[in-house]
């Protein structure tokens, strides 16, 4: 079982930084893979970013260049550095581990980029 604790969210101007935290509740060193989901209003569940055991990192198209997700496993804490943030980052965020045999989330954490 792993459960995970985020923060992090709030209202942040276009163009500022957020860094979003995900503690899990157990060690993550051995855990297949870790990473952000985001939900916007009106739309679908995506992929924004994931890291492996072995540190190997994928991004969604629209964050790249401007998303870093990272993880410290002596803190069991998984991070994503948001910049040059949009309007369109707008969206519930979501922690999730994938332990290869389950899946296990977060209970997400909003993100509003907005004047």
């Known amino acids: 079982q792993v459960q995970l604790v985020e923060s992090g969210g709030g209202l942040v101007q276009p163009g500022g930084s957020l860094r979003l935290s995900c503690v899990a509740s157990?060690?993550?060193?051995?855990?297949?893979?870790m990473g952000w989901y985001r939900q916007a209003p009106g739309k679908q569940r995506e992929l924004v970013a994931q890291?492996?055991?072995?540190?190997?990192?994928n991004y969604a198209d629209s964050v790249k260049g401007r998303f870093t997700i990272s993880k410290d496993n002596a803190k069991n804490t998984v991070y994503l550095q948001m910049n040059s943030l949009k309007p369109e980052d707008t969206a519930v965020y979501y922690c999730?581990?994938?332990?290869?045999?389950?899946?296990?989330w977060g209970q997400g954490t909003q993100v509003t980029v907005s004047s």
């Open positions: 999730n581990a994938n332990t290869g045999g389950k899946l296990y």
């Open positions: 157990r060690s993550i060193f051995s855990i297949y893979a």
């Open positions: 890291v492996t055991s072995v540190g190997s990192t």
